[in-house]
């Protein structure tokens, strides 16, 4: 996926066991982002900083989405351990990983195996305005609202 590709719809569930879609959203930006696991140190870190510029992003209305492969349960639990309040989707299938390019085979230390390219996608009217992957879950948030700030997206 690139700049000016049409967005991939989906449905799915959100921790609140609600349904969800792009056009859930009307015309407001929509901050897509991909994370491999709910709990682990990076992901954590790209959650918690995302949570902190909720408000920010809401002013310049946008919307924050989180997409996994983990559970309901596993997001509820997630946001209640760090006090998050965006939304988190449970892609537990992987279509919407798929449907974006995001579900990858990846390595480490010489094993090979299928996980989340930690990834951003910024939407607005089913359009994408930037995709980012393989980005940093440290920082990354910010760059992101800095990017909706300096576009008027």
């Avoid at 491999?36 to 002013?59: A, Q, R, V, W, Y």
Wanted: proline share 2%.
């Amino acid at each position: 996926m690139k700049a000016g590709d049409v967005a991939p719809n989906f449905n799915a569930k959100n921790q609140n066991n609600q349904d969800v879609s792009l056009d859930t959203f009307g015309d407001k930006t929509i901050i897509l982002y991909f994370y491999p696991k709910d709990m682990t140190k990076g992901c954590t870190i790209e959650n918690k900083e995302f949570n902190e510029l909720k408000e920010e992003f809401e002013k310049s209305n946008a919307i924050i989405i989180g997409v996994s492969p983990d559970s309901i349960e596993s997001h509820k639990k997630f946001i209640q351990k760090e006090s998050l309040s965006q939304m988190l989707i449970s892609d537990n299938e992987k279509s919407i990983a798929n449907s974006y390019g995001v579900w990858v085979e990846k390595s480490m230390y010489g094993r090979k195996y299928m996980g989340i390219l930690r990834s951003t996608f910024i939407i607005k009217n089913r359009i994408i305005k930037e995709a980012l992957y393989n980005v940093k879950s440290s920082g990354h948030a910010k760059k992101i609202l800095e990017m909706i700030k300096n576009s008027n997206l």
